[in-house]
């Protein structure tokens, strides 16, 4: 019997709905996704700054940031792209567990692991925007050089240019950046929160 099996899951003395409330706000996870360039990350500290002005517990994590740590490991392989997004699934829930606001920047191109991730939450803790963008738009941008370096062959398994990308069937919120500024975009997500009694 291997030590796997002697693995508990310990309730917290405090809960997540102590937190929400001495927070006074409940808390989710608002799930970024779109094409490199389409300004999920732009997006996602500018509704972090908004949050945190109006005194929200809040937090950022970002594709970029994760690679460096928690999953430096991982390449960018179908199956290490379903990896990492199953990991940062597991740290959202832990954070949104503590009653904080998490905003993840990540492609994650395949709805299959999107949904998978959404299984983790309670209905309405999960809400899914997509930074929608035309491809032509985030290779104008191109913020990395990555679509240059593409096209050139120099990186494999790019999304929107060797690999695929599945837009949301069913996104709570569709942010259009190449319509709205950033400023639009977050007071967009902002009223949705209001809406949905999150905030």
Not at 13 to 30: G, Y
Not at 78 to 84: A, G, I, L, P, V
Not at 137 to 149: A, V
């Amino acid at each position: 019997m291997g030590e796997e099996q002697h693995i508990i899951w310990h309730q917290s003395t405090v809960t997540k709905h102590e937190r929400q409330q001495q927070n006074n706000h409940k808390s989710c996870v608002i799930w970024f996704t779109g094409l490199s360039g389409s300004g999920k990350s732009s997006l996602a500290n500018a509704l972090d700054q908004m949050l945190f002005s109006k005194k929200v517990q809040s937090y950022v994590l970002d594709g970029d940031n994760i690679r460096h740590g928690l999953n430096a490991g991982l390449g960018f392989s179908k199956e290490d792209r379903k990896e990492n997004i199953r990991r940062i699934g597991e740290v959202s829930k832990l954070f949104v567990d503590s009653g904080q606001i998490v905003s993840t920047a990540f492609i994650s191109p395949f709805r299959e692991d999107r949904e998978q991730v959404r299984a983790l939450f309670p209905e309405g803790e999960f809400i899914e925007v997509y930074v929608k963008c035309p491809i032509f738009i985030c290779e104008n941008r191109d913020p990395k050089g990555l679509y240059k370096k593409a096209r050139k062959g120099e990186i494999s398994d790019f999304t929107g240019i060797s690999s695929p990308y599945e837009e949301p069937d069913h996104p709570e919120l569709v942010i259009e950046t190449d319509q709205l500024t950033i400023s639009q975009s977050v007071e967009r997500i902002i009223d949705y929160l209001k809406q949905k009694e999150i905030l």
